[in-house]
């Protein structure tokens, strides 16, 4: 990075950002990456920044700032000879920094490298993945933290796992915290979320997941949890989840039959943004079971939607939810039963955290996100 310490003056850096992934996948990460490059322009006019997207893309991540230009690559996102073909493209960029927000670098193209780690999933869970993501990701990870010049960690939780299972330098790590998608934060119509209520024929005041159908969020658990709420209590609201079909899906739909849930609960994929929001502030509480998560987006949006969160407490859950949400353990069925009474029906404990809520979600901006990323361009540590 053509950047002396010393002085007193910081030179202009030329920053490359790697934005294939969305057009193969508009995930978290993708998200993460989007609004990334719009808060970066908010704050920063002086530096260059190619936005480097796939060929195939049609569609723009840039912002409509002067310093920030589209660049196209051939290589493909989580292909098998990435590391060096995309190398090979970047060299001719002459960047200061790049950097790779779904974490595996290429083995040149820039003066400094930052990469983004997500969570470490597949180093704890690995039964939670396919053959080949396990391949892709649990096979290149030493590789990556050590090729990296900085690190950012979404959460402290994934921090301190990169440092004590990976023997990652602390010094190297930065706990960078994500934001919500700012539509979340908006307010809507009642006529706007009642449309979207009868467009899937549901009533008000459901429980509500949202995330890909995998193992690490933890359905069964949440079905058989939910099979007692219907047993114990008078609470006869829909379980609505809300998210496409990931992998190794097929046990969760197959304990819906057997509970015999196939008429109380309803799967819904193809969900857009807005429509999530109504969703968000429309429902009785949100339910997020995991064992694992790197930070938990669903949560922090509901909290802006002044719904009510029940989470696990493990992985990052507790620092998004903070002392707004439930923190329960991810095995204890009858403990997210009686959870999920006491919310849907105790209208005080409702309002306290509602209000804790939302208060909780102010604290996560993509602001801070962009002002700390900057930093890490920059060489500055924490």
Not at 6 to 14: D, E, K, Y
Not at 101 to 118: E, L, N, Q, W, Y
Not at 246 to 259: M, N, Q, R, S, V
Request: aromatic residues 10%.
């Amino acid at each position: 990075m053509r950047n002396d310490r010393r002085a007193t003056t910081i030179l202009v850096m030329h920053v490359g950002i790697d934005a294939r992934l969305p057009f193969y996948q508009m995930g978290g990460i993708s998200q993460y990456t989007i609004h990334l490059v719009q808060a970066l322009a908010e704050i920063d006019a002086a530096d260059r920044y190619t936005i480097f997207h796939g060929r195939k893309d049609g569609r723009s991540y840039l912002p409509p700032s002067a310093n920030f230009q589209r660049r196209n690559l051939w290589t493909p996102s989580h292909h098998r000879l990435e590391r060096y073909t995309l190398a090979a493209e970047l060299l001719p960029h002459r960047l200061d920094v790049l950097h790779c927000p779904d974490f595996i670098p290429p083995t040149a193209g820039a003066r400094r490298t930052v990469i983004t780690i997500h969570d470490l999933n597949f180093l704890f869970y690995p039964e939670f993945l396919t053959a080949e993501s396990l391949r892709y990701y649990a096979g290149q990870i030493d590789w990556a933290v050590q090729k990296a010049d900085a690190i950012s960690a979404d959460s402290h939780t994934t921090r301190r796992d990169l440092i004590e299972r990976l023997g990652v330098p602390p010094e190297k790590v930065t706990t960078i915290h994500l934001a919500a998608n700012p539509l979340y934060a908006r307010p809507f119509p009642p006529a706007a979320i009642q449309q979207t209520l009868s467009q899937y024929n549901l009533p008000p005041g459901f429980i509500l997941f949202v995330g890909t159908l995998e193992p690490r969020k933890n359905l069964p658990m949440l079905l058989r949890a939910y099979k007692l709420l219907r047993q114990e209590t008078a609470v006869t609201v829909p379980l609505i989840l809300v998210g496409g079909k990931g992998w190794i899906y097929d046990e969760i739909f197959a304990a819906i039959d057997e509970l015999g849930l196939g008429d109380s609960v309803r799967h819904l994929s193809g969900v857009f943004d807005e429509q999530l929001a109504h969703l968000y502030h429309a429902a009785g509480v949100l339910v997020t079971p995991s064992k694992y998560e790197g930070f938990g987006l669903p949560a922090l949006e509901a909290m802006h939607c002044g719904c009510p969160v029940i989470v696990s407490d493990c992985g990052s859950l507790p620092e998004v939810a903070g002392d707004a949400g439930l923190l329960l353990d991810p095995e204890d069925a009858p403990v997210w039963a009686e959870a999920l009474a006491r919310v849907l029906t105790d209208s005080d404990l409702r309002e306290g955290m509602i209000a804790r809520g939302y208060a909780q979600a102010q604290r996560f901006t993509w602001r801070e996100t962009a002002v700390k990323t900057l930093a890490l361009y920059r060489g500055e540590t924490a």
